[in-house]
Each structure stands twice: as structure tokens, then as C-alpha cells.
């Protein structure tokens, strides 16, 4: 595992797992549809013995795992009588497909339908992970949904890089295991109506170690494992947890990582239509062979526009005016420091420039809008794929925003007391921007 510059995520993981209070109180939620017992004896780490095999896990069990640092935290074995198996999971992957139109249009692409249909029916997944998958299933049935379509995204993309059996089954395992690691998260913190702070925001970015950790534990797999914490990687440099770049993000991760990015995308807006506009905004972030395979895989008409310019035109304006205001930031900045801003904001600098050259790559000149306007206002086609393109543009602007805050200490002392007051301005502007949506 790669080091974090200063352990912060590392331990945070750890302390999720040796406590593991949101998973065993997942756990506990579920043992009013279905026993659960012990897979094996359970130990805390001085040795005393906690649960004997076949016990059930009851609140009395529940609570004594609580109140001790568990000598395998990350491969607690557990059964259920709900339990998921390979065969079920397979099952429960047709039933998507068959009541997603985007899924089966992806399906029916692959070259391989049934593949993706039955691809998890023969993976080696051994208990621990498919009590796991349970837990999800019964618990956190949005994430559960959420494993199971990156997988189906994964497998597609696999078929299309022609990847071998031994590498395909690592792969599913890995897009099926990816966020695992957000049942040791708290679930309010994953809440979609939930305005995360920044102190918060550690126990999101920390879940692919989590992941990370449960996985190597359980399968002894590095591959797998590794694919599983380098998903939130990106090839510019700006993903987590530890910011790797190009070939150090390996394929299986890359697969998972725009796998779950689509994935997002399709929950989110319902539809695929806002694909095209992650095509090409993402180019930087993402292995361009493997955008090329979802262009294609996704590609459909679009849908029919509304005819209303007015948001689009509205949120073009509000988009313009950050990147303005950051261009004022920046003058300021290179002018209090030789010409040269200081290395810790590289990341900020070379993410804005990225950014604006999408945009123009798009259509859209930050220093020229009128004629965008204009077309516009005139093409309700035009409008449509703009809005399409905003809505990404906002999650770029979004996904900085958590970099920033991420890098918040680093920031902070690289700056002098003037320089700092104007950086908190501009972020307070680039907040207003993503919170007005």
C-alpha cells in the first residue's frame, strides 16, 4: 500500500474496522429477517475468546464485539440463512439488467448478453465477502444496487479490452467488492441530503483503504485488493487517497474507477444521456480507450429538448463568473510570489487550466460566451446538450471543491495572511456556485 503523507487515512481505517460499530450495527438491523451466526470462534486481540463457532449473533454478542479491538476485524466470518451466494448474485444481476433500458441497451452491445448476465454465476467468493454483500443487500440496498451495476459496467468494459478469464474474474471481484469499505462508514454521512463537512470528509476518502484492507484479508488476492484501493484514483492526479497519476493506476482500477463514475451518472440523472458530456470532460481523468468503449456502449439519440434556455444560459453565466473569479485569484497570487504560486497549489492550478480546457474543447470560451448564448437561445438542441455538459461541469467544480478541502492545511501554510483571505474567498464563491446547483 502506497504511504499517505501523514498516516491520517491509514489510521482512520484501521480504527473502522477494529471498532466496527456502523457494520455491527448493520448487522443487527438484519437479524430480524434471518439468524446470523459465527462462521468460526472470534477473538479479540488479547486472546479472549468473544463467540464460539455456530453462536448466534444476538444484541448480548453484539454488544460484547463492541466493547473489544477484534483480533481480525477486516475477516469477521459471519453466516446467515440470507446469505447471497454467487448464484443469487448472478440472478439478481439478470433482474437489473431486465428492468434498466440503459443496462440492456449495454448488455445487448457487449458482444456477449448472457455474460454479463451470468458472469458472477462461477466467481470464487468466499463467504466472508458474500456475508458482506448480504449485509449491503439488506441494509444499504442503494450501495448493494450500486456493486452490482459497476460490476455489469466493469464486465462490459472487459469484454471490450478482450482482458483474459484469470484477469476478468479479478476484475469482478474487484468493481463487485470496490466500496465495500462504506459499511464500517456511517450511513448519515453517505446520505445524499447530508451537507458533509470537512471534518467529515476523511471518513468518506478513507473507504477505499477500508475496502482495501477487508479485501486483502479475506482473499490474500494483492490484485484484487489493489484494484479495489485505487478506484477513486484518477490518471491527472486528482483522485484519493494518495493522488497517483498515469501508469501508477493500474487497469483493473481504472476499469472500476469510470465504471463507478458511470454508474453515478445513471442513478443520478436516470438516464444516459448526460454520458456524452462525461466523455468529453473526462479525458484527463480517465483511460481513453475506456471512454471510448462506454461512448459506444451507451450511445443512443438524444432525448428530446424542453426548449427552455433559461437554466442553461443562467448556470453558463454563474460557471463563468468562478473561472473568472479564479483568474483574478491567480494574477494575485503569481504577483505575491515572483510570478511563480507556491508548489502546494500546483494541484489547484493545474486542475483550473485543465477544466477551462475542456470547456473550450466544448464550445464554451469563458472570454467569449455571447455566441454561445445566441446559439442557444436559437437551437433548443443546443441548449439541451449544454445543459447536459453543466451538469458536469458542476460535478468537476464539485470534486475540486473536496480536493481543496482535502489539502486545506497544506493550503493554508503555504500562503501569507493576504494571499489566504483572498483563497478563502474564492472558495466561498466556488461553494455559492456548486450549492446553487
Known amino acids: 500500500m502506497p504511504t499517505s503523507p501523514d498516516k491520517r487515512y491509514e489510521s482512520l481505517a484501521q480504527q473502522a474496522l477494529e471498532e466496527g460499530t456502523h457494520y455491527l450495527n448493520s448487522i443487527a438491523a438484519m437479524t430480524d429477517r434471518g439468524e446470523v451466526t459465527a462462521g468460526d470462534d472470534i477473538y479479540a486481540s488479547n486472546g479472549m475468546k468473544l463467540a464460539a463457532k455456530g453462536a448466534l449473533v444476538d444484541e448480548q454478542t453484539r454488544q460484547k464485539l463492541l466493547q473489544h479491538k477484534l483480533l481480525q476485524p477486516a475477516g469477521l466470518d459471519l453466516r446467515t440463512t440470507l446469505g447471497l451466494t454467487a448464484a443469487s448474485l448472478a440472478q439478481h444481476m439478470a433482474q437489473l439488467i431486465d428492468g434498466d433500458a440503459s443496462l440492456r441497451q449495454l448488455a445487448e452491445r457487449s458482444g456477449d448478453p448472457l455474460a454479463l448476465r451470468h458472469g458472477l454465476a462461477r466467481l470464487p467468493l468466499p463467504p466472508q465477502l458474500a456475508f458482506m454483500l448480504t449485509v449491503a443487500q439488506e441494509q444499504r440496498p442503494e450501495l448493494f444496487r450500486h456493486l452490482l451495476t459497476v460490476t455489469l459496467i466493469a464486465h462490459y468494459l472487459a469484454l471490450g479490452k478482450r482482458l483474459p478469464e484469470r484477469e476478468t474474474v479479478r476484475l469482478l471481484l474487484a468493481a463487485l467488492c470496490h466500496d465495500i469499505g462504506e459499511l464500517h462508514t456511517d450511513p448519515a454521512l453517505l446520505n445524499p441530503q447530508h ?56 487497469m483493473a482500477a481504472r476499469i472500476v474507477g469510470v465504471a463507478d463514475v458511470c454508474a453515478s451518472i445513471l442513478a443520478r440523472f436516470g438516464s444516459n444521456e448526460r454520458l456524452s458530456a462525461l466523455m468529453r470532460l473526462n479525458r484527463q481523468k480517465f483511460d481513453t480507450s475506456l471512454l471510448a468503449l462506454l461512448q459506444e456502449g451507451f450511445r443512443h439519440p438524444a432525448d428530446a429538448p424542453d426548449g427552455s434556455a433559461a437554466s442553461p444560459v443562467r448556470r453558463l453565466l454563474a460557471a463563468a463568473r468562478v473561472l473568472e473569479r479564479w483568474g483574478t485569484l491567480r494574477s494575485g497570487l503569481a504577483a505575491a510570489t515572483d510570478g511563480s504560486a507556491p508548489p502546494e497549489l500546483d494541484f489547484l492550478f493545474e486542475r483550473m487550466a485543465n477544466l477551462r480546457y475542456m470547456l473550450v474543447q466544448f464550445g464554451f470560451d469563458p472570454d467569449s460566451q455571447q455566441y454561445l448564448i445566441a446559439l442557444v437561445a436559437e437551437d433548443p438542441q443546443v441548449a439541451a446538450e449544454l445543459g447536459a455538459a453543466l451538469d458536469e461541469v458542476h460535478w468537476h467544480f464539485s470534486d475540486l471543491e473536496r480536493e481543496i478541502a482535502r489539502n486545506g492545511e497544506t493550503i493554508a501554510a503555504a500562503l501569507d495572511p493576504a494571499a489566504s483571505e483572498s483563497m478563502h474567498a474564492w472558495i466561498a464563491d466556488l461553494r455559492d456556485y456548486i450549492a446553487a446547483g
Open 195 to 250: 451537507r458533509i463537512g470537512d471534518e467529515e470528509r476523511r471518513y468518506i476518502y478513507v473507504h477505499p483503504i477500508t475496502g482495501y484492507l477487508i479485501v486483502r484479508a479475506i482473499m490474500g488476492d494483492d490484485a484484487v485488493a489493489a484494484a479495489v484501493l485505487q478506484h477513486q484514483e484518477r490518471l491527472d492526479g486528482s483522485g484519493y487517497p494518495y493522488g497517483l497519476r498515469a501508469d501508477a493506476v493500474g
